[in-house]
């Protein structure tokens, strides 16, 4: 993935490149001149509410023409091949309108043969993926009577029901208590590793994402903040954390006199790492301290740092 600052570039052939998109409806600019690409895996749309991503995701669909700029989906143009890229996406909306009276078989069914399945491989696919999503007997009920859970793994199950190659899942954990979104962002983990399907995933929210992505976009005010892998915004921070049972403050004088630099966090010490001999110093300051070591490790940065 490439785009903004300091940003990685990834290997393979982008599944998405947008190149200075731009959306303006009057009064607001929902997208800035966005340009970045997507390897295949599962990637994050991260933003605030308002900052563009449901309009990202519909006009990459090819069903909202922007109002400059362009992108390929799998390789195709949105400007000319919205039906051909549809074929091959798969897309979980924000908000659903689901028919009360019709039972998630029927409706997954149905949306398979819209799709362009034949009847028996549409009842099966709809067996299959509903299965996947985790609903069971209730599937024969009326949607009526679902809960938000159950719901949106009805709009996960008919995203996949066409095997497309990449999916686009907006907002997927809105409205979920803490065990159906553990469900959820697991549920969306496999889709990326044991099914093989890409993912582009849209949330507000930044930690819940770092669960499940290889990849992330950050967007803020339709305007690109970052893309890059994960791992590079995780990567090292060049300090370590070191936490002892008693004697933090001993510790902290002791490195500090003999020139390293050195802050408590919380229960931590973060120390500056000057090199190997920054491992060496504090081994030594414990065992001259006569203290009990809990953990050293290098500190990692955060993904929220890039908001700050
Ligand atoms: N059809 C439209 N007409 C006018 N303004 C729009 C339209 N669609 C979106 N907007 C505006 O564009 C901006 C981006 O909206 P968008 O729905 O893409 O954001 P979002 O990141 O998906 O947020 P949310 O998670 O709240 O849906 C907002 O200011 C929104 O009010």
Do not use: W
């Not at 949306?111 to 362009?116: I, T, Y």
């Not at 290889?214 to 070191?242: C, F, K, M, P, W």
């Not at 090199?275 to 203290?291: C, H, K, M, P």
């Amino acid at each position: 993935m490439t785009g903004g600052a300091g940003a990685s570039s990834l290997s393979g052939m982008p599944i998405i490149a947008t190149r200075d998109l731009t959306m303006r409806f009057p009064g607001v600019t929902a997208l800035d001149a966005l340009s970045f690409t997507v390897e295949t895996g599962v990637t994050g749309l991260v933003g605030a509410n308002g900052a563009g991503k449901s309009t990202l995701i519909k006009i990459l669909l090819g069903l909202l023409p922007p109002t400059s700029g362009g992108a390929l989906v799998l390789g195709h143009d949105i400007a000319v091949e919205g039906p051909r890229i549809r074929g091959s996406v798969g897309f979980m909306p924000e908000y659903d309108c689901l028919p009360p009276d019709v039972s998630a078989t029927e409706f997954v069914v149905h949306l398979a043969r819209v799709s362009g399945l034949p009847a028996t491989a549409a009842r099966e696919r709809a067996a299959d993926v509903l299965r996947h999503v985790g609903l069971y007997e209730e599937r024969y009920r009326p949607m009526g009577g679902y809960s938000t859970g159950m719901r949106q793994k009805v709009k996960l199950a008919q995203a996949l029901v066409h095997d497309p190659r990449l999916v686009f899942l907006d907002e997927p954990t809105n409205g979920l208590d803490p065990q159906g979104r553990d469900e959820m962002l697991a549920l969306i983990r496999r889709i990326g590793t044991e099914f093989g399907i890409s993912v582009l995933v849209t949330s507000h929210l930044l930690g819940e994402l770092e669960r499940v992505c290889d990849n992330v976009v950050i967007i803020d005010g339709g305007r690109l903040l970052s893309a890059q892998s994960l791992a590079a915004y995780t990567e090292a921070s060049g300090r370590l954390l070191v936490e002892v049972e008693d004697g933090r403050e001993a510790l902290e004088r002791h490195l500090a006199e003999r020139g390293a630099t050195v802050r408590p966090d919380g229960r931590h010490l973060v120390v500056d790492l000057a090199g190997e001999e920054t491992y060496d110093l504090i081994r030594d300051g414990v065992a001259d301290l006569g203290l009990a070591l809990v953990r050293l490790e290098q500190a990692r940065h955060h993904i929220e740092e890039v908001f700050r």
